[in-house]
């Protein structure tokens, strides 16, 4: 067996048996997967910032969507996929006139989001954790998550104009 290091060693594929893990991002018209590694983070950002810019949206409303992103993307890959490299999280885009909806989803065990702490309780305001679907929330026009044993897919709205 041998390894790959170096910049081009997260771009080539992984065979286990008959299998090959996915260890790249792939991109499919309006999606984009990435394996469960925080390290192909920025992939998703370009794929996303690239589309709102392609569709007028302000920078403003680009920070936002990327920073909400950009929060979910972490949570599934974190808790969701619990970091497993071979199951991907999915990103994708869709546009309705002035509105972009973003679905992120996952393949973990689900969670219920009444279940997350209060960020802005006394006893949670020196955690370092636990703020990312608050910000999320705060950031966007709409938050849907649906959670199942299967996974779970979070949708954001934003007006990008």
Do not use: W
Not at 48 to 58: F, K, N, P
Not at 80 to 98: H, L, Q, S, Y
């Amino acid at each position: 067996m041998f390894t790959v290091t170096g910049r081009y060693a997260r771009r080539l594929p992984v065979f286990l048996g008959d299998t090959c893990q996915m260890i790249k991002p792939e991109i499919k018209g309006n999606s984009i997967a990435i394996p469960s590694q925080q390290e192909f983070l920025p992939d998703v950002d370009v794929y996303i910032e690239g589309i709102l810019r392609g569709y007028g949206a302000d920078e403003s409303v680009i920070a936002d969507v990327a920073i909400s992103v950009s929060e979910l993307v972490i949570n599934a890959i974190s808790h969701g996929n619990r970091a497993a490299p071979e199951t991907p999280v999915t990103v994708t885009i869709d546009r309705v006139d002035k509105v972009v909806t973003i679905t992120v989803t996952d393949q973990g065990q689900g969670f219920d989001p009444d279940d997350i702490d209060d960020p802005i309780a006394d006893e949670n305001l020196l955690r370092q954790v636990g703020r990312g679907i608050f910000i999320v929330r705060s950031l966007m026009d709409k938050v849907d998550i649906r959670a199942t044993k299967n996974g779970t897919t979070i949708t954001i709205t934003k007006a990008i104009s």
